[in-house]
Structures are given as C-alpha cells and as structure tokens.
C-alpha cells in the first residue's frame, strides 16, 4: 500500500468526510474566481494570446495536485516563469504567432521533462546551487521589470521590443503625451478596487469583481471602437510608404509558409521511400531551413513594420459631400483650420490594402470557446537545442518558486512535504500542459494563499478549481470579449508588488556580505540584462558559488592559549591568554579539501615558524568537516615534515568522517598515540609526556 501511495500520492486523499468535500470545493471555487482573470493575464505577459492562460489554467493544476505531496499548492499560470517564458522566445519568433505558440508548447515539454527527471532520480537537491539571497535578487528585479511591461497597457500606448528592455520603457515614458484617458482611467480603477477589497474586504474575490466591473462598462460605454480605413487614406507619404511596405512582408511571408508546407510533404514522402542518409534528402532539407529561415526573418520584418505604424497616432478628416476618400493626418502635424471626427485613431494591424483602425481601448477581444486541441508538441532538433538553456532555468526557477511555497504552507498544517515528488508532481503538470497547448507553469503564491485561507483540506480542491476552468472554456468565453487590456495589466501589477522585497536583501547583507553582493548583483543585472531575465540570475548564481569558494579557500584559521581556568581561547584579542613555548595549538574551521589545502599548510608552517622552541603542534579539528584526497596528502606530507624537525602533530576532536579516510589511507596507523577525542585529552598528554622526560 505504502508502494502505491507512492506512485498514487492522490489516494491518501481517501475516505473523504462531507466536511472536508465541502471544504475543499469552497477553496477550489474561491481559487478559480481568482485564477481565471489571472491566467489570462499572465498569458499576454508570456507573449501568448489571453485564452493560452486558461489552458494553461485547466489540466496541469489538476495534474500537480494528484501527484505532488502538497495539498495546498494551486499550480498554474505564475508571473516569473511567463516572463521567462517570453524573455527565452523573444529573440525566436515573434511574440504571438503561430511559431512563438508552438515553442512556448514545447518550452512547457521540455520543463515538465526536466523536473520530472530530477523527481524521479531525487534530484531535488540541485536547486541548492541557486541560493536563497539570488532567488531573493532575480524575484525582486523580475517583479519591477513584470510591472513595468504592463505600463504601455495602463496607458494605452505603443512599446517597443529591442535588447534592452530599459530602452523600450523610455520609449513607453516619451509617449505619455498621448496616454489614452480612458485606457488609464479603466486600469487606475480597477486597481483601486482590488486593492481596496484586498485591504478593507479581503475575503471578497476582488481580482473578480474589478474584472466584472470593467467588463460591463466597457460594454456599456463602447470601450472599444474599431474602424478601417484604406492605404491610400494615410497623408503622410513616408508613412503610406511603410504600410505598403508591411503589407508586401504579409504577403511573402504567406507565399514563404505555402513552400515550405509543400517541401515537407515531399521531404516525408523521399524520406519514407529513400531514407533519411539520401543525398536528395539532404538537400531538401537544407532547402527548407533556408525557406524556413528566410520566413522567420521576412515575419520580423512585418511585426516590427507592424510596431511601427502603431506607434502614430491619426485624426481623421471625413469624406466630402462629393464622395472624396476620408484622409488620416499624423495627430502632431494636423493642418489647422480642418475639422476632424473628434478621434483619435491608431493603426491596429495592416492586411491587404485595408488598415484596422483602433480609437478606443484594446480588450481582450474573442476567445475560442471549446477546450483546448490534445497534441504532441512539435520540434525539430535546432528547436530543442535552442529552447534547452531556458528551459534549465525556468525548471529550476519554477520548482524553488513551488516548492518554497509549499513548505511555508506544509509550517502552517504541520503537513511533510517531499521535494521530489513535488518535482514529479510539477514535471507531469507540464508535460500533460504541452499536450493541451499549455506553456509552461509553476506554483502560484497568491493562489495558493488563497486556497488555505479559504480551507483547502487536500488537492482535491485543485480538482474543482480545474473544473470551474473548464466550464468557463465551454460556456463563458463570450462574456471574456469586452474585458480591458488595462484591467488585465492592473492586475498583473497589483500581483507582483508583494514580490519585491528589498528588505530581505538587506538583511542578506546585514547576515554576510557575499550573501549581500550576490543578491544586489542578481537585482542590478537582472535589469540590465532584460529581457534576456535567465543571464541575470546565471550571473548572480555564478557570483554565489565563486564567492563561497572564495570563503572556503580561506577558512577562518585561530592560534590558541590557555586561559587561567584552563580552557583554550584565541590568542589574538586576548592579552590575558598564555601562550607555550612548547607547545603550539591551532584551531581549523572549515571542510580541508583541495581548495584550502594549501592555505592551511602555509597557516601551520608559519605558526610553527614563529613558535622556535615549539616541540609539539595540537590541530584542535573539532571544526574540520570533512576531508579529501588533496588535504589527506598535505596531512601526511606536514606529519613527516615536522616529525623531521622534531615536532610531533597531535589532533583532537576529529570526527568520524575524517578518522575513516585517515584509516583508509594508513595514515591512522602513522598517527598512532596522537589523535584524541578532545583537547583536554590531548593537552593531559602532552603533559605527561615532557613530564616524564
């Protein structure tokens, strides 16, 4: 039974008490009100259309919560990991497309294959090497770049996307001037109302009722105001120019996507009949990543042609009573004496010879009612080499982000909590996300603080969440239409406030400074490096482990006395310390391995040096962990160095670890008479041995 528990971890769930039903379906409800908002706007954070987040929101919950060991985490859609979700596809297709889907798709398989892999060989362990005061850094900056992203939204402008991340928000800040009030005004409102209920109602589902709210007024009052208009119409000639231009992009790229559907076909075909060595295969294969490439390169070269337009903004003068075309005038050099349709339009999108034509305020617009297609990611192996680094990261990200949420739930209900399987829980929740066109997911902190509060017993609440999921995606998609794109961003920002945490990083300093640097280094470059997020905290984390080394190389090493009452302190900062001629003991903190060897050797060389009528040498090594093969050597190399100048080495207090290598390599046997259990023994021998001379 305990076997099947195991690999079944759902089935401790059972028996069932009608409380703990009732309880669990609460939570999970009262979860859902909250997730589904949320989802959606994590998804566009991700750079994915709004409805990925429900998918992403229905199977893998469920998934993690049978198989992980928590029975409060609600796994999903979170901020950090759909960050890094669109800093890793950003530089490899454009953000929204077809492609980019398909590789968020396989990010989440390539996720869920990692963690699932360290689950089941128990490798939890690993995420050690990303130590607490980085996490703390990269969280902290990762937050500040989250909200930002979403300024454009909140104002209703246009936002670049370059290398530098910093360089595309002052781009959003020159374009304040032409914040659209509306946009603004919806955005403030719904933010002040969740973050009123979250201070003054805070079992009132406020992330619910700012979206229902600004969902109805913006169907009320035509939030939303759509138009087209022709090329042609666009005064300005640079900018007719442009349009046409992107157009032309459109369409090569159509005719691209047209041969390179055409070529698969028949590389399958020749495979199947030649296989896969056969030079026409070859060929036709290097053929079509050149086609393929050529596509990817024509597509940014639309999208930032795209991006251009939509920065403008346009007032337009209406037709004449003799049937003239209307005419689109660049707001800024408007001609004075006109009088305009009092709107002011942006170019949503190009198609053809037609302009779509926005006047009012982006919402979420139409979602595709139905669950979401069962099928295999699709890769190619260019694809999974160029996905493996970020996929590394946001696995480890993800797991240290769920996993330290469940463990200060498991401190509140006393729960045990097994990393790994909580590693299998959230691999399998990402593999089966990929099948279901989720990207990839984690644990969620605000959901799942939702969730106990709400009195989650088992995972099963997460079961009912997920069902409450999918019937939004059966049968309440068209109320989603009018909900603002401003809301989605409030609700993003008012997110991720609670994960900037400047006071943990100062208290990393306040404990150590490395600790300290490490974690301002992962904060400062983190922002620096955006959106390329995962060089930020490879950088902080490197930092970490070169910094402890460093520690480790020079561990903290004391020459020791005997106070008048006999016990050993410091010589140093202590005048009323004794020394002995004699005798000289020293005090080694720290594991003795490769990296320090050499420090304690030129320690005990000097202070034997410094100690001439010195005949014995006590290694108090109550504080030396463990032992390699590197320090052993340097062990036997100074016994017979001093035995030969006629100074015996004596240690104490060696623990068990240490004795065993000692035994094995002989050098116990060398040392016959001169390790003892601890000082007191050892100076007692010491002793008796000049008193006995």
């Not at 009612?369 to 999974?384: E, K, R, V």
């Amino acid at each position: 039974m305990v076997s099947l528990h195991k690999f079944l971890p759902f089935l401790q769930w059972l028996p069932r008490s009608r409380t703990a039903f009732r309880a669990d379906l609460i939570a999970g409800v009262t979860v859902a009100l909250v997730l589904i908002p949320q989802s959606m706007a994590y998804a566009q954070l991700a750079g994915l259309p709004a409805y990925y987040g429900l998918y992403a929101a229905f199977l893998p919950g469920i998934i993690a919560a049978l198989w992980g060991s928590s029975a409060q985490l609600a796994t999903g859609p979170v901020a950090v990991v759909s960050l890094l979700t669109a800093s890793a596809l950003a530089p490899l297709a454009v953000l929204g497309s077809e492609q980019f889907i398909a590789l968020a798709i396989l990010l989440a398989l390539l996720v869920g294959l990692i963690q699932l892999a360290l689950g089941m060989f128990r490798l939890g362990v690993v995420v050690n090497f990303i130590s607490h005061p980085v996490i703390v850094g990269f969280t902290s900056a990762a937050a500040i770049i989250i909200g930002l992203s979403q300024l454009n939204k909140l104002l209703g402008v246009s936002i670049g996307r370059s290398e530098s991340f910093l360089q595309d928000i002052w781009g959003v800040l020159l374009q304040i001037g032409d914040t659209h009030l509306p946009t603004l005004l919806m955005g403030a409102g719904a933010f002040t109302i969740m973050w009123g209920l979250r201070r003054y109602a805070p079992k009132l589902p406020g992330v619910l009722i700012a979206v229902a709210i600004a969902t109805v007024i913006s169907w009320g009052t035509g939030f939303e105001r759509n138009d087209t208009a022709a090329i042609s119409q666009i005064h300005d000639t640079e900018l007719r120019t442009l349009a046409r231009l992107t157009v032309d992009k459109g369409r090569i790229a159509a005719e691209l996507a047209q041969q390179i559907s055409g070529k698969s076909q028949e590389l399958a075909r020749l495979t199947a009949m030649f296989g896969a060595q056969d030079r026409r295969v070859i060929a036709l294969r290097y053929e079509l990543e050149l086609l393929q490439a050529e596509r990817r390169d024509v597509e940014r070269e639309q999208h930032h042609g795209q991006r251009a337009l939509q920065q403008f903004a346009f007032y337009r003068v209406p037709g004449d009573a003799e049937g003239g075309d209307a005419v689109l005038y660049l707001s800024d050099r408007f001609p004075g004496g006109m009088k305009h349709d009092g709107q002011r339009w942006r170019i949503r999108a190009v198609h053809a010879e037609e302009i779509q034509l926005s006047g009012g305020g982006a919402v979420v617009g139409s979602i595709p009612a139905g669950l979401p297609s069962i099928a295999a990611p699709s890769f190619s192996w260019d694809m999974l080499v160029a996905l493996l680094s970020s996929a590394l990261v946001i696995s480890l990200v993800g797991f240290m982000e769920a996993i330290s949420i469940a463990k200060a739930m498991a401190a509140k209900t006393r729960a045990r909590i097994d990393p790994n399987q909580e590693l299998v829980g959230q691999g399998l929740a990402n593999i089966v996300g990929s099948f279901t066109q989720s990207y990839p997911v984690s644990g969620s902190f605000s959901r799942s603080a939702v969730n106990i509060n709400a009195g989650a017993v088992t995972g099963m609440s997460s079961v009912f969440t997920g069902g409450v999921v999918l019937l939004t995606l059966l049968f309440l998609t068209p109320l989603l239409y009018h909900l603002p794109q401003a809301v989605l961003a409030a609700v993003i920002m008012l997110a991720v406030i609670g994960l900037i945490n400047f006071k943990a990083m100062l208290h990393a300093w306040q404990a150590h400074r490395h600790d300290g640097a490490a974690a301002i280094v992962t904060f400062v470059a983190t922002l620096l490096f955006a959106p390329h997020l995962d060089l930020g905290i490879l950088a902080g984390a490197g930092l970490a482990v070169v910094l402890y080394l460093l520690r480790t190389m020079r561990p903290h090493m004391a020459i020791l006395g005997r106070a008048e009452d006999g016990h050993l302190c410091e010589l140093c900062g202590h005048p009323e310390v004794e020394g002995d001629d004699r005798l000289v003991i020293v005090r080694f903190d720290g594991a003795l391995y490769f990296a320090n060897v050499a420090c304690f050797e030129d320690a005990i060389l000097e202070a034997v040096a410094n100690s001439p009528q010195a005949r014995y040498l006590l290694v108090v090594g109550n504080g030396i962990s463990q032992l390699d093969a590197s320090g052993e050597d340097v062990l036997h190399h100074l016994v017979e160095r001093l035995r030969n100048n006629g100074i015996e080495i004596l240690f104490s207090g060696l623990n068990a670890q240490v004795r065993e290598v000692m035994r094995r390599t002989g050098l116990e046997a060398k040392l016959e008479g001169a390790i003892f259990a601890n000082e007191v023994l050892a100076l007692a021998a010491v002793e008796e041995r000049e008193g006995g001379k």
